[in-house]
């Protein structure tokens, strides 16, 4: 299971860390990524990290304010959230990503709320 943590209110310009903790199995070998989705709007890609934390991905709306990052010994995934926008409200969620970058296996969402 994938369970997303740290979700919650923030001001505009505040800053947020999500947590995604896998138990029951290890994802250290698989790509990661992040997802939001707005009310009313498709769940869109946020950052995804390769299994080794090498490499990392951003949504052009996120880049230079988020940064994606993985702790293979706690088996969890991370999501610092800087300089956050209202416009970055959303229910978000990790998944599991395929060998075509595709997710193929979801966790729970954290609602984040951004105030203006």
């Known amino acids: 299971q994938l369970h997303a943590s740290g979700g919650g209110l923030v001001q505009a310009g505040g800053s947020l860390r999500l947590s995604c903790a896998a138990s029951g199995r290890t994802f250290n070998s698989y790509v990661m990524g992040w997802f939001r989705q707005a009310p009313g709007k498709e769940r869109d890609f946020v950052a995804s990290i390769s299994w080794s934390g090498g490499s990392t991905y951003y949504a052009d709306s996120v880049k230079g304010r988020f940064t994606v990052s993985r702790d293979k010994a706690k088996n969890t995934m991370y999501l610092q959230m800087n300089s956050l926008k209202p416009e970055d409200t959303a229910v978000y969620y990790c998944?599991?990503?395929?060998?075509?970058?595709?997710?193929?296996?979801w966790g729970q969402g954290t609602q984040v709320t951004v105030s203006s």
């Open positions: 998944a599991r990503l395929s060998s075509r970058g595709v997710p193929d296996y």
